[in-house]
């Protein structure tokens, strides 16, 4: 039934009620959808997959994904971090990639190669190229080796009583840092949203920028600082979310780098910037823990 009010229909009561009542039943189907989205799209979880034509991307998930596949590698950080940490970091590191089907280095490494091309025919070339070049495996050498030395001087406990660096700190650096790090391409994708579109063309990049709006980074976003937010009350530092803040602008700041050097932001771009904000999450916590 409808109202009218100065010439305009106006839903009743009733039926604003009806709506009410059909958004709280189907908002618990809407959200798994987008985590699962979310799991398929950042990981090799045997979750099925998302049709490209039905427009769900799973970016609103990708903070709390992120979280998901650091609390991988965290386990790795509480089981050997005291005894082995440079040992446990490598294998914290090693299981996040495999986890995610090594597709944020692999997009590291074509980019690098694409951006030690001398022309930019060879950098087409290059990123279009299966094969890894040298430029590609100096990035992800660089990166694990980054990343590793980080959880491991986290980890290891020091001769520092008043120190709070330990397997747990390392273990929490994680999954922060995983978390903040898969929210920088959703924001990066919308503060860069005609780079991503006109750069990337009909490429994943492209696709993927077309299809999330604020909604979507600010869940994200928020998600990723909230994570960070509980790690901190859990060691009563504000590490991890000055970690966190500054490791998604470093990485905001290499997308709007990489995007103005190569003239747009593709779905290579958008995975290296996953790797550069991991690796700047985590150094943002080694410097304020």
Do not use: Y
Not at 19 to 33: C, N
Not at 88 to 107: C, E, N, P, R, T
Not at 108 to 125: E, H, I, K, N, V
Not at 234 to 261: C, E, H, K, Q, Y
Request: aromatic share 4%.
């Amino acid at each position: 039934m409808w109202c009218f009010h100065d010439g305009q229909p106006e839903v009743t009561r009733a039926e604003r009620a009806a709506s009410i009542e059909d958004l709280l039943r189907f908002w618990p189907r809407r959200v798994l959808g987008e985590v699962v989205a979310a799991v398929a799209f950042l990981t090799r979880l045997p979750v099925g997959t998302v049709p490209a034509d039905s427009g769900r991307t799973g970016a609103a998930a990708f903070g709390l994904v992120g979280a998901i596949v650091g609390v991988v590698g965290a386990v790795a950080l509480l089981v050997l971090g005291e005894r082995a940490p440079l040992a446990a970091g490598g294998i914290a590191i090693g299981a996040v990639a495999l986890v995610s089907g090594v597709l944020h280095l692999d997009g590291l490494a074509d980019t690098a190669d694409a951006l030690a091309a001398p022309t930019p025919a060879a950098s087409d070339r290059a990123r279009k190229d299966p094969a890894v070049g040298p430029a590609g495996v100096a990035a992800i050498a660089i990166v694990v080796l980054v990343d590793v030395g980080l959880l491991a001087t986290l980890a290891a406990p020091g001769d520092d009583p008043a120190a709070v660096a330990g397997p747990l700190a390392a273990a929490l650096a994680t999954v922060v840092a995983g978390s903040g790090s898969r929210a920088v391409p959703v924001l990066a994708a919308v503060l860069l949203r005609r780079a991503s579109r006109d750069g990337a063309g009909e490429g994943l990049g492209g696709w993927f920028a077309s299809r999330i709006g604020w909604g979507s980074a600010v869940l994200t976003g928020g998600s990723a600082l909230a994570i960070a937010l509980v790690a901190s009350i859990v060691l009563n530092r504000p590490a991890f979310v000055v970690g966190t803040l500054s490791g998604m602008a470093i990485g905001i700041l290499f997308a709007g780098w990489l995007a103005a050097v190569r003239h747009g932001l593709d779905g290579d771009g958008l995975g290296a910037t996953v790797e550069v904000g991991f690796a700047a999450v985590l150094l943002g916590i080694v410097l304020t823990l």
